[in-house]
């Protein structure tokens, strides 16, 4: 398989034709523009805009929407948005890159909320058929990492299987009409598959998974925000604790207000969420992550090794300071 390498000026393009300039007048400052990814894992981002609890913080919120961590984290890079809900696997792509947006809190980490699904009639019913098949992903996403996790489970690696590049939704049509044999994203897109395919497709098991691919959801700013406004990144750090907190308090409504945003049902949404663990935090077991999806990017082709070290590099890409200073027992990350 053949991979284009994602390079800083992928990543960062129109990063200096901001949109939205909060250097531009005190006046608009808090004023700030959201792009928000698909599926329940982003469940906290979403209750917080659903009950709107940025302006508990003095912030006007608008949301830009799209169907990858990747594309929303690409949209913040560029400037149209000051925050992006993505994933550490992007984070560490991008950062390996060279290009410096920083995470402000994750909210969800999750090991069984991604899934493969495949085709029973393309003769895959165990992992380890999936060799030589089509696989969809997204490239360059936290999909495209846990690809490559799942697949050494059972002996596997990416050069073993076709990639083919697709958005989650698109990933869904395209199994369900026989365009690719299997795909890997979320266990939501995996559902969906499995239920307009009128019996052909199937999940595959992922037993030990957990010990190789960890995803931390992130709230990520872009530089110019970190730089110029800590007060607006403190600002949207407490709203996710407020959102942690509505969560864990109104349960039956919280998971309601996600199902609507999701368009799915409150009963495969609360399935969905027994999957995942939610927690505004900032810890080690990130940065660890962050480092391996880094080591990933650079063997597979997608960035050169950085000049500096990989760990230094990332934890430089951590910005803690507005979750120690609204709720610091949640920052448990080295110096």
């Not at 990144?233 to 407020?242: I, K, Q, S, T």
């Amino acid at each position: 398989m053949s991979l284009q390498t994602l390079n800083r000026r992928q990543f960062s393009l129109g990063l200096g034709l901001s949109a939205l300039s909060l250097a531009s007048a005190h006046a608009t400052e808090q004023k700030v523009v959201i792009a928000e990814s698909q599926g329940f894992s982003w469940a906290i981002p979403y209750l917080v805009s659903s009950r709107n609890l940025w302006k508990n913080h003095g912030i006007e919120a608008s949301t830009l929407q799209f169907t990858s961590g990747r594309l929303a984290f690409d949209a913040a890079v560029a400037g149209k948005a000051q925050f992006a809900t993505s994933t550490d696997s992007v984070v560490g792509l991008a950062g390996a890159n060279g290009v410096r947006s920083y995470i402000v809190a994750e909210f969800t980490r999750l090991s069984s909320g991604m899934v493969v699904v495949a085709r029973t009639d393309r003769g895959i019913s165990t992992p380890a058929q999936l060799k030589g098949k089509r696989i969809a992903t997204t490239l360059g996403s936290s999909g495209h990492y846990f690809l490559s996790r799942y697949l050494s489970l059972y002996g596997l690696a990416l050069k073993d299987v076709t990639v083919v590049n697709l958005r989650g939704p698109d990933a869904v049509t395209a199994i369900t009409q026989g365009g690719i044999d299997a795909f890997a994203w979320g266990w939501d897109a995996g559902q969906q598959a499995i239920e307009q395919s009128a019996g052909k497709v199937v999940q595959l098991p992922a037993q030990g998974l957990e010990r190789v691919f960890v995803s931390h959801y992130v709230l990520t700013a872009n530089e110019e925000v970190v730089q110029k406004s800590p007060k607006v990144v403190e600002g949207a750090v407490r709203a996710l604790l407020d959102a942690e907190a509505f969560y864990r308090a109104r349960t039956d409504e919280a998971i309601a207000l996600v199902a609507q945003r999701t368009k799915t049902t409150a009963e495969t949404t609360r399935e969905g969420l027994a999957n995942v663990t939610l927690g505004v935090r900032l810890d080690d077991r990130l940065l660890d992550d962050l480092v391996l999806n880094g080591e990933w990017a650079v063997e597979s082709g997608l960035a050169q090794r950085p000049a500096q070290d990989l760990r230094q590099l990332y934890r430089g890409l951590i910005y803690p300071d507005a979750l120690r200073t609204a709720a610091a027992d949640r920052v448990t990350l080295s110096r």
